[in-house]
């Protein structure tokens, strides 16, 4: 396919990378935003997102002349053969997704598209929105066509560029093809489908790890009750294809930019059609009762009572790898143990400066200071080669609480500390040492 002419609506996280990525296949990308002093750091080539390889793609992007980042959609769409639609879809007034953004983006371009241009919903919404679109340009000559993304943060150029599948949906199939072969370098498997099916394969993908994280949590949880190891049960799971590794790790629960929002955007979808989703509502109760799970085994380990307790954590992100703290359960964490009076100091290799309830530190051996107990609530790979002899020197207690399961348990021992991981009870603890 020849370099086309697109125009990606959106800055964020989607956007750009959607943007730089397009570029890097070789098409004319224009990347629109309303914030200009966003635009001038982008069109310098700053990237402010912390995403391994997105830098370096937007520089190229910007040297080859394929990349250009403008402030407004009228005027950049004029000539477009494709305009993406990457703007925030949050979560609205009971939980349904805010489409605000969206559809101020849809009325301020309309009357402009040039016909035959394929108006592409990249953002995460809801079934139906196709329709709803094309209902408000009021134009049959620009076809919409849903194209949502699958791209997990700290992977996402990873992501795009060797995609799993690619997914098109319109109501005009010619149209679908037409954006599907944009991404024709990358060999993937496209899966060309009507508008509505398109739009529900992200919620149901992303909804379904929600579920699987809520499961092995739920999981781990009767391990600590029964004496068994979560690590050995999921290594025994995962062996089995129809099952697989990803997703079975356990945690503080599960958050981030997608996941809170599009279970909770499907519950209401399905409720839009009178159905009780109640695999999925069990799903987000879940993911609210470990975190509580996980207050109340750090409360246990400073002696039952959090007021006045001192408290270290590391990590604040909502996963390793990314700045991003949207719904992190690292902060959901935090937040609970500040309203129930403990003392917080918190390190994030990628997150710094002020957090309401909490002293954000520049180094990781500050959290430990005179700390009752050090709670480990994001997998930054930094926190496994940290001297906890040092550690143990600095704190008062002798509490590590390791809510990803990520350090190595018998150098935590070894330093004259105690360990508590998720779903790893003492005596199964005891026994892997006793073998290893």
Request: glycine letters at 10%; hydrophobic letters at 45%; one cysteine or more.
């Amino acid at each position: 396919m020849s370099a086309a002419r697109i125009v990606v609506v959106g800055t964020g996280y989607v956007g750009l990378t959607t943007g730089a990525c397009l570029a890097g296949l070789g098409h004319r990308v224009t990347c629109v935003d309303v914030d200009q002093a966003k635009v001038a750091r982008l069109s310098a080539g700053r990237v402010d997102i912390l995403e391994p390889g997105l830098s370096e793609l937007v520089s190229r992007g910007l040297t080859s002349g394929r990349l250009e980042f403008v402030v407004g959609a009228r005027d950049a769409v004029r000539d477009a053969e494709a305009v993406f639609l990457c703007v925030p879809t949050p979560m609205g007034a009971g939980g349904s997704a805010d489409l605000r953004a969206v559809e101020a983006v849809t009325t301020e371009i309309g009357d402009v598209i040039p016909p035959g241009c394929a108006l592409v919903t990249k953002s995460t919404v809801p079934v139906g929105t196709s329709k709803r679109i094309q209902a408000m340009l009021g134009r049959t000559d620009v076809p919409v066509v849903s194209n949502p993304e699958f791209l997990r943060e700290g992977t996402a150029v990873e992501d795009f560029l060797g995609p799993d599948r690619i997914v098109v949906g319109s109501d005009d199939v010619a149209a679908a093809r037409w954006v599907g072969d944009l991404y024709a370098d990358l060999a993937a498997p496209v899966v060309v489908a009507d508008a509505a099916s398109a739009e529900l394969v992200k919620y149901a993908a992303n909804c379904f790890l929600a579920m699987k994280l809520s499961y092995v949590n739920s999981i781990a949880e009767l391990c600590e009750r029964l004496g068994a190891d979560i690590d050995l049960v999921t290594e025994g799971m995962g062996y089995d294809r129809r099952i697989g590794r990803s997703f079975l790790k356990p945690g503080p629960g599960w958050g981030g930019s997608c996941l809170p929002k599009d279970t909770s955007a499907l519950v209401r979808v399905a409720e839009s059609v009178q159905y009780d989703f109640t695999l999925l509502t069990s799903a987000i109760e879940e993911n609210i009762a470990q975190r509580d799970r996980i207050v109340a085994k750090i409360a246990g380990a400073v002696g039952g009572t959090l007021a006045g307790s001192r408290i270290g954590i590391l990590g604040l992100a909502f996963k390793a790898g990314t700045n991003d703290l949207r719904d992190s359960p690292a902060l959901a964490v935090a937040s609970v143990l500040g309203a129930l009076g403990a003392e917080l100091t918190a390190y994030d290799p990628a997150v710094g400066g002020h957090i309401d309830g909490m002293t954000v530190v520049d180094d990781p051996y500050q959290v430990a200071k005179a700390a009752d107990a050090v709670v480990v609530l994001t997998e930054w790979d930094e926190f496994k080669r940290l001297d906890w002899t040092y550690m143990a020197e600095q704190m008062d207690g002798d509490s590590v609480v390791d809510t990803r399961n990520l350090l190595e348990p018998q150098r935590i021992l070894d330093a004259g500390l105690s360990w508590q991981g998720v779903g790893r009870p003492r005596a199964a603890l005891r026994r892997k040492v006793a073998v290893s």
